[in-house]
């Protein structure tokens, strides 16, 4: 049998949930890699709610966990009822609902919050000694999951400068890495990809997801 994995969406759609193309790549390199995968996100309403085709918010109301489940095609767990001791690690893909929803990194840039059964998790995680990937602008997320710890994460966003301040100054180390690449931090078992942090291509996003699901089940 597979080792098991979460992962852990925020919605559905680039501009106000989980990176649709970022989560379906990190579910066909899981099951190309023979994981078994379970699909997970948080039971609350999203931050805002924005027309992908405008660009401008809508002024709706949808849930995370229901949105998130388009991707996943109707399995989906709520975030509160997953614990670390059922998986055997744990994937976070980017998007800016990972940003808006997860935590508000898109809102309050260093000074953000993160959602409480996030920061559960992921601590959950790390203490169980099991692995976390993280992908896009999530690291940020997991960046701040570890603050004020004794956890210091050696991340990757790429290599937009801002961003990675902002992870330094959350207390983790930020190393610049290409799309079709990843950082492994083997001592904390995190691993990270850049992915749409840089404007390019499908294939060279899978690459590196393709890239960080390996590092990911070898730390498992």
């Known amino acids: 049998m597979g080792k098991r994995v979460a992962l852990l969406l925020s919605g559905c759609g680039v501009m106000d949930g989980a990176e649709i193309q970022e989560a379906t790549y990190a579910l066909l390199a899981l099951d190309n890699a023979g994981a078994e995968v379970a699909c997970c996100a948080p039971n609350i309403n999203q931050t805002e709610v924005v027309n992908h085709f405008t660009g401008e918010k809508t002024g709706e109301t ?28 744990i994937i976070v893909p980017g998007g800016y609902g990972a940003a808006k929803n997860l935590g508000s990194y898109a809102f309050d840039g260093v000074k953000l919050s993160i959602n409480p059964e996030v920061q559960r998790v992921l601590r959950e995680f790390h203490a169980g000694d099991k692995p976390i990937g993280t992908i896009c602008i999530s690291p940020v997320i997991v960046a701040r999951a570890f603050q004020g710890t004794s956890v210091k994460p050696t991340l990757t966003i790429g290599n937009d400068a801002g961003t990675a301040k902002d992870i330094e100054a959350l207390g983790a180390e930020h190393v610049t890495c290409g799309v ?28 590196g997801i393709e890239k960080l699901v390996k590092a990911v089940l070898e730390l498992a």
Do not use: W
């Not at 229901?66 to 001791?85: H, P």
């Not at 079709?180 to 499908?202: G, Q």
């Open 62 to 89: 949808r849930n995370i966990l229901a949105e998130a489940a388009r991707i996943a095609r109707g399995k989906i767990i709520d975030l509160a009822k997953v614990k670390a001791a059922d998986y055997n690690a």
């Open 180 to 207: 079709k690449d990843c950082v492994v931090d083997k001592a904390n078992k995190i691993v990270s990809t850049p992915a749409y942090m840089y404007h390019t291509t499908p294939s060279q996003v899978f690459a």
